[in-house]
């Protein structure tokens, strides 16, 4: 089975992980994968390459191409899929209009807390043989729209947990570095985190904040982070996109993740692997994701973040604690096995009809 999946780029981001994992782990002996961006070529192109798979842009720089959506068509027929897998919001709309001119079945993806609104489900849904949601909140999100259950499924990220594990130091025995893994786009809310920081760094002395990852807010972030108090502004590290993010886990005493939207982030499960605890926002599937084994804030709150971040910083065994129970529930729950298992039964049901 000739297996497409359509992106709009291949940038350092959770779903082009986890998607770049899925279709390097896919059974050769019963399917072949391929990739095509709507954009040029960007960071995880060498993985691909490396996996021997195909890989073909419609751009030349990291912008989607221009009129992409006529040129979509051509493409796809070029490729011959029996079945597309679009991720995020333009693939999802455009990949799934080609898909039923060409009588091509299409396996829609829901990621994120605002895919449902971006991708018009409401409208598109039925147009996609099949519909995945990596989290249950979604899941109910989709069904409440009207997609029958026979044709909706939740499959959890995976996560590589012999590449995300603890290091020697528990976190308690770390230096006071705050951590976030996100691209700077605005559902990650990275201005309320840097305002929770402000507050933390007045009461303690030591404590930084590293913020991994690039995006369309990096201008306005690093203003905003240079408008700070002195004791904080000072304390702020942009260290950009990061082709192996592991180090920085390992590194850091606490995770934070301040995002106003999310589906299950990659990043708060790599996180908990990584032995780190974790501060985040109680959005879209991460209070289930978490339990018990991290602290929540309401979304935009940075009075509640800046709290549990002091928290984690300041109580070390409260962090080696979580710390350890996050690795635990990683390993009991998740895995890239159970993932890719999980895509392999809907997508030879979708041959099969």
Known sequence: MNVLFLLEDLCFGGTQRQNVE???????ARFRPAILTLTGPTDLDRKVLDGNIPLVHLGSNRKAAPLFFARLGSAIRKLRPDVIIPC???PNIWGRLWGKVLHIPVLGTVRGGGAPMRQHERFLWPLAAHTVCNSRALFNVMRKIGVPENRLSFIANGVDTE??????LPPSSRKPL??????????????????AFELVARQHPHARLRLVGDGPEETALRKLAAQLEPCAA????FAGAADEPAPHYREGRVFALSSIREGTPNVVMEAMASGTPVCATAVGGIPELLGKN???SEPGDYQAIAANLLSLLQ??????????NGRMAIERVFSFQAMTEAHERILESIGAN
């Open 234 to 237: 000072s304390r702020v590290e």
């Open 178 to 195: 705050i951590v976030c893994v996100a691209r700077l786009a605005g559902d990650k809310d990275h201005a309320t985190l840097l305002r």
């Open 22 to 28: 899925l279709a390097l782990r896919l059974d050769r």
């Open 88 to 90: 995020t919001a333009l």
């Open 294 to 296: 991290g602290l929540l």
């Open 163 to 168: 590449r995300f594990h603890p290091g020697e």
């Open 315 to 324: 109580k070390g065994e409260l962090a080696d604690e979580l710390g350890r």
